[in-house]
């Protein structure tokens, strides 16, 4: 199962999280296939909420952590979540990951989209958590319309 992962850089080691090995050694798994399973996007460099920040922060937040990243991983990261949610439509946020080279907005609002109609600055989301089987399977249905 293909998986991205959403990174705050300033958080890696610390007890609890991954270390930077850890996360190399993921961005480097490949299926028998040579399929690539994992990616990583931003989570930006310390996990405030986005729509709360001045434009010069929120920019810091993104290219900071898009510059750490890539530079760890060795490869682009062209996708941020937003912390909270934080910033979602926001005119501000969507300028500032542009300037940051971010192609995908990722929200935490849920939904399912289908390919007609993706607004990659406000990209809906599918959580996965803490809870049963049973319950993420209605999610899931309700959100794909099924």
């Given at each position: ?78 996708t941020i979540a937003l912390p909270f949610g934080s910033g979602a439509n926001n005119p501000k946020v969507i300028e500032a990951a542009r300037e940051s080279g971010f192609r995908v907005v990722r929200t935490s609002q849920p939904g399912a989209m289908t390919l007609d109609t993706i607004d ?27």
């Amino acid at each position: 199962m293909k998986a991205t992962f959403f990174i705050v850089p300033n958080l890696i080691g610390e007890v609890g999280y991954m270390s930077w090995d850890q996360v190399r050694e993921m961005n480097n798994y490949r299926t028998e296939t040579g399929e690539k399973l994992f990616s990583f996007g931003s989570h930006s460099l310390t996990h405030r909420p986005l729509g709360d920040l001045s434009k010069e922060d929120i920019l810091f937040e993104m290219r900071e952590s898009k510059r750490i990243l890539e530079n760890q991983i060795g490869d682009p990261v062209n996708t941020i979540a937003l912390p909270f949610g934080s910033g979602a439509n926001n005119p501000k946020v969507i300028e500032a990951a542009r300037e940051s080279g971010f192609r995908v907005v990722r929200t935490s609002q849920p939904g399912a989209m289908t390919l007609d109609t993706i607004d990659l600055m406000h990209v809906l989301t599918f959580n996965v958590e803490n809870y049963s089987t049973d319950i993420f399977v209605q999610h899931m249905l309700r959100l794909t319309g099924r």
